[in-house]
Nanobody
């Protein structure tokens, strides 16, 4: 079992930056690929970014490419999502997820564990 706790969300203005963190516990963090998803009101949960076990491979949704950066610190068992140039359409609850794989995909079914989420609100 892996426990995931997100933090760093908040209310910001368009153009601002935020860094989300997800702290993991319960298993060896470096055994898991990690991902970030988000869910806006009335919409499906969607893929945002993913990072491989080693951190050497990353992938992003087209909507955030060039603005968001995913990274991980295996020594701290934490994955980060640096979000720059935020837009109102980035408003959502952001979820961290872990997959028992070297590289995880972009679908929800690829992930085995989920955090409770952190709210990000971007005002125009």
């Amino acid at each position: 079992q892996v426990q995931l706790v997100e933090s760093g969300g908040g209310l910001v203005q368009a153009g601002d930056s935020l860094r989300l963190s997800c702290a993991a516990s319960g298993r060896i963090f470096s055994n898991y690929a990690m991902g970030w998803f988000r869910q806006a009101p009335g919409k499906e949960r969607e893929f945002v970014a993913a990072i491989s076990r080693s951190g050497g491979y990353t992938s992003y949704a087209d909507s955030v490419k060039g603005r968001f950066t995913i990274s991980r610190d295996n020594a701290k068992a934490t994955v980060y999502l640096q979000m720059n140039s935020l837009k109102p359409e980035d408003t959502a609850v952001y979820y961290c997820a872990a997959a028992r794989a070297a590289v995880a995909g972009t679908t929800r079914s690829a992930y085995d564990y989920w955090g409770q989420g952190t709210q990000v609100t971007v005002s125009s």
